[in-house]
């Protein structure tokens, strides 16, 4: 089956820093670009940043509001993508999900999401 | 980049159709061919529901159905069901290499 897990979510101070995980499984992990999104309490979907695959460079591009703030970097031989978030500020609390790019099976769309994290910035 | 613009909801009776826009710029939706619209029901995963602007994924009910014209992209439920009642989400690829979605459109079957 082919599924997207998220880990690394949890309650942390304003200005403190948290990495969140997101293991991919059922598929070829390194074939396929990842991106990150994350959603407020009762707000829509944002869109935060994705990795391209290795062939193209595994470059990573973000939403102007986290750039210079969250860094997102894969390691496919783990099929794990990362999102690195640094100076967390209270208005990043949010659920936060990871997902495919499904060009690779034709799809270019996000296919496959995760269940997603909550991350809590509280003091 | 700003977010594309939906309406805020729209509702309809079972067995009607319904349309959602999603209105953009030259820069994104009008762009390119890479509006995708995704259904979220409170509390659950959003999901794919269309791609490339009127793909839709294996799985998903010939239902819905996707269009564009210019800036503006359309998502179209027709013979609308109770089970359809979710918020829906346009997005589109950028000249910025980067997504925008829609502000959101929450489906509400009467």
């Known amino acids: 089956e082919v599924q997207l897990v998220e880990s690394g979510g949890g309650l942390v101070q304003p200005g403190r820093s948290l990495r969140l995980s997101c293991t991919g499984s059922?598929?070829?992990?390194?074939?396929?670009?990842m991106t990150w999104f994350r959603q407020g309490p009762g707000k829509g979907l944002e869109w935060l940043g994705f990795?391209?695959?290795?062939?193209?460079?595994?470059?990573?591009e973000y939403v102007a509001s986290v750039k210079g703030r969250f860094t997102i970097s894969r390691d496919d031989a783990e099929s794990i993508a990362y999102l690195q978030m640094n100076s967390l500020k209270t208005e990043d609390t949010a659920v936060y999900y990871c997902?495919?790019?499904?060009?690779?099976?034709?799809?270019?769309?996000?296919?496959?999401w995760g269940l997603g994290t909550t991350v809590t910035v509280s003091s | 980049q700003s977010a594309l613009t939906q309406p805020a909801s729209v509702s309809g009776s079972p067995g009607q159709s319904i349309t959602i826009s999603c209105t953009g710029t030259?820069?994104?939706?009008?762009?390119?061919?890479?509006v995708s619209w995704y259904q979220q029901h409170p509390g659950k995963v959003p999901k794919l529901m269309i791609y490339e602007d009127s793909k839709r994924p294996s799985g998903v009910s010939n239902r819905f159905s996707g269009s564009k014209s210019g800036n503006t992209a359309s998502l179209t439920i027709s013979g609308l069901q109770a089970e359809d009642e979710a918020d829906y989400y346009c997005c589109s690829f950028t000249t910025s290499t980067t997504y925008v979605f829609g502000t959101g459109t929450k489906v509400t079957v009467l």
């Open positions: 030259s820069s994104d939706v009008g762009r390119y061919s890479l």
């Open positions: 059922g598929f070829t992990f390194g074939d396929y670009e």
């Open positions: 990795i391209r695959t290795k062939i193209y460079g595994g470059t990573p």
């Open positions: 997902g495919r790019v499904g060009k690779a099976a034709g799809v270019d769309g996000f296919d496959i």
